[in-house]
């Protein structure tokens, strides 16, 4: 039998803007505007309007997770949902009902709600007004809506996190045309990934400053190890500073308060580094966070430039690196993402040797998979045998790291229900449970049946 530590938590993670709707919000947020601007830029040109369904039917979704063996659940509070004046962080009273209505649900069926502030979501405004997340005046304005959450739902959520994947936001919307505003600006990319890290630590104070009872705060980044394609110095070198844009800018002030040296030596010597000050230093170095989120869902492989680094140019990070597509590697095809397991063993040995063992769990982890209808069975049931065979294996790979004495506390999939999913919407599906996006009838699948067997016996037999 592998069997997890006591108390493991045995759930799923999803969002506000991909589950909720568009239902009553007063603002639009950079995702809602873009899909007004340009339906067609959204698979089958379907928007986050309807998601699924969870503003109206959050009783009866919460009820399909606990059947599913769930004993706790990652989602989000929209800032576009819960505040009415975007400048004076007065708040909705109806977002407010929604959301004590989800949270004391969740708590009377015994699932451990967990709410995330920032799921890509930014109020659309505030782009337009300030430049979004470009601005330090959006940074104290979301700390006002941070603030506001702990005073309204603090009393009963006991873990916080300040962002999800706040790199997606950088890479998105800044470096690689997959995000509304489709902007390609270096410059622009590392200052918004400062103010995001700067974001969380002034949020992080406020939290600190409120004393919650047995309350927790901490992050979700997606750390995606780097694998150099080869031994060679240029590849070595390649990886190491792929590995510092993509993971350390954020997990290093997160859990140390301060960025790593190299990574602003780097951005130094070539132009680029952010405004800061002592102030904003003393900042993040006493406001870290109480344990981290992993999503985890493929490797980055990469290999020496084709091109010199100091080519002439616009600025870029990966001018230091390119993508390396690893001979052999298995892939699931519909994402066109590499399967590979190993490194959640990776991550919690690292996590152990290079980040204080801090207390983390794997808040995302899971496979997108199209037409699923093709694995439905005579009784209505998707029958995905592919997914049950991948969470089996990256659990067996996190609990040989958990073996190794890495203080993981938790296994989250992404995602409870088939929800909405950005350009994507509901082309590839993840969730345990299915959804119809017609008539909004929610179906467990096989995955799900598995996995109330393992939450149950905290493990499984090998």
Not at 28 to 50: K, L, M, R
Not at 59 to 87: A, C, F, H, P, Y
Request: contains cysteine; glycine residues 6%.
């Amino acid at each position: 039998m592998k069997k997890f530590p006591e108390n493991f938590w045995w759930g799923a993670a999803t969002s506000g803007p991909q589950s909720e709707g568009r239902f009553h919000k007063k603002h639009a947020n950079v995702f809602d505007y873009h899909y007004e601007i340009d339906p067609s830029a959204f698979y089958d040109q379907v928007g986050p309007d309807t998601a699924s369904n969870f503003y109206n039917d959050y009783k009866n979704d919460l009820q399909l997770m606990k059947e599913v063996g769930m004993n706790s659940l990652r989602t989000s509070i929209q800032w576009s949902r819960l505040i009415d004046d975007l400048e004076k962080n007065t708040v909705d009273q109806n977002a407010v009902d929604f959301y004590n209505h989800v949270i004391d649900a969740m708590l009377e069926i015994g699932l451990t709600p967990v709410m995330n502030l920032h799921h890509f979501d930014l109020p659309v405004e505030l782009y337009q007004k300030y430049g979004g997340w470009e601005s330090k005046k959006v940074v104290e304005l979301y700390v006002g809506f941070a603030e506001k959450c702990f005073e309204l739902f603090g009393d009963r959520v006991k873990y916080w996190t300040t962002h999800n994947e706040p790199m997606v936001v950088v890479e998105g919307q800044y470096l690689f045309q997959f995000h509304y505003p489709n902007l390609v600006d270096g410059k622009k990319a590392v200052q918004v990934a400062y103010n995001l890290n700067l974001a969380s630590a002034k949020a992080i104070a406020k939290f600190k400053a409120m004393d919650l009872k047995d309350a927790q705060i901490g992050t979700v980044l997606n750390l995606t190890p780097t694998y150099a394609a080869s031994e060679s110095p240029e590849d070595q070198e390649a990886a190491r500073i792929a590995e510092l844009w993509n993971n350390k800018m954020f997990l290093e002030p997160a859990i140390f308060g301060h960025f790593p040296s190299e990574l602003e030596e780097l951005l130094t010597r070539d132009g680029v580094l952010w405004e800061t000050s002592d102030e904003e230093k003393a900042i993040f170095k006493q406001n870290t966070i109480d344990f981290l989120g992993v999503n985890y869902y493929h490797p980055n492989r990469v290999k020496a430039p084709d091109v010199a680094p100091d080519s002439v140019g616009a600025w870029m990070p990966d001018r230091y690196y390119d993508a390396y597509d690893m001979p052999g590697r298995r892939v699931n095809l519909d994402r066109g993402w590499e399967i590979y397991p190993q490194a959640l063993y990776d991550i919690a040995i690292n996590i152990k040797e290079n980040y204080g063992n801090i207390p983390w769990y794997v808040s995302e982890n899971g496979m997108g998979v199209s037409n699923e209808e093709r694995f439905m069975n005579a009784d209505g049931m998707i029958e995905d045998d592919y997914r049950i065979e991948f969470v089996k294996e990256h659990l067996t790979w996190l609990h040989k790291g958990i073996e190794a004495g890495s203080n993981c506390f938790g296994y989250h999939m992404w995602t409870p229900i088939d929800c909405w999913s950005w350009l994507n919407a509901y082309k590839n599906r993840y969730g345990f449970i299915s959804n119809n996006i017609h008539t909004q009838i929610k179906t467990i699948k096989k995955s799900g049946r598995w996995f109330k067997q393992v939450a149950e016996q905290n493990g499984w037999e090998a």
